[in-house]
């Protein structure tokens, strides 16, 4: 029997996602707070605090995004940190492809999975047809 009720303590609805193009700009202006952020707090350079803040930025709005936006979450994170945090007063730098592009991997990796769990199926209710006599 399914014990899960609309009214139970058990039941947690379906919540709807960002869309990915919400989600880009909302990425791309939580990136921008992050970055005053860490010019108050001092850390606005090129260094792992940096990237731990971009990263947990991108894992927390991967948590309220669809899957199919990790890669726009991860390319906006990826333009803020190197912008402001990298090379600091708004312009880009290109250091090395490989490194660029590890950049670019862990923050549309946070994104992914903090994005998977919500896209998983939600409980299946089980219906049996009876037989036509």
Same mark, same amino acid.
């Given at each position: 029997m399914y014990s899960a009720r609309p009214g139970g303590? #058990?039941?947690r609805?379906?919540?709807d996602r960002l869309p990915v193009a919400v989600s880009g700009a909302v990425t791309v202006v939580a990136g921008g707070v992050l970055a005053l952020g860490l010019g108050r707090l001092g850390q606005l350079h090129c260094g792992w605090f940096a990237y731990a803040a971009y990263a947990g930025l991108s894992a927390l709005l991967g948590a309220f995004s #669809?899957?199919?936006?990790a890669p726009v979450i991860g390319m906006a994170a990826w333009l803020c940190c190197n912008a402001f945090a990298e090379? #600091? #007063?708004?312009?880009?730098?290109?250091?090395?492809?490989g490194a660029e592009s590890g950049h670019f991997a862990?923050?549309?990796a946070a994104a992914?999975?903090?994005s998977l769990p919500a896209a998983l199926p939600r409980r299946a209710v089980r219906v049996t047809r009876?037989?036509?006599a």
């Amino acid at each position: 029997m399914y014990s899960a009720r609309p009214g139970g303590h #058990r039941f947690r609805p379906a919540l709807d996602r960002l869309p990915v193009a919400v989600s880009g700009a909302v990425t791309v202006v939580a990136g921008g707070v992050l970055a005053l952020g860490l010019g108050r707090l001092g850390q606005l350079h090129c260094g792992w605090f940096a990237y731990a803040a971009y990263a947990g930025l991108s894992a927390l709005l991967g948590a309220f995004s #669809r899957p199919s936006a990790a890669p726009v979450i991860g390319m906006a994170a990826w333009l803020c940190c190197n912008a402001f945090a990298e090379h #600091r #007063r708004g312009e880009l730098g290109w250091s090395d492809v490989g490194a660029e592009s590890g950049h670019f991997a862990l923050f549309a990796a946070a994104a992914l999975l903090h994005s998977l769990p919500a896209a998983l199926p939600r409980r299946a209710v089980r219906v049996t047809r009876l037989p036509i006599a």
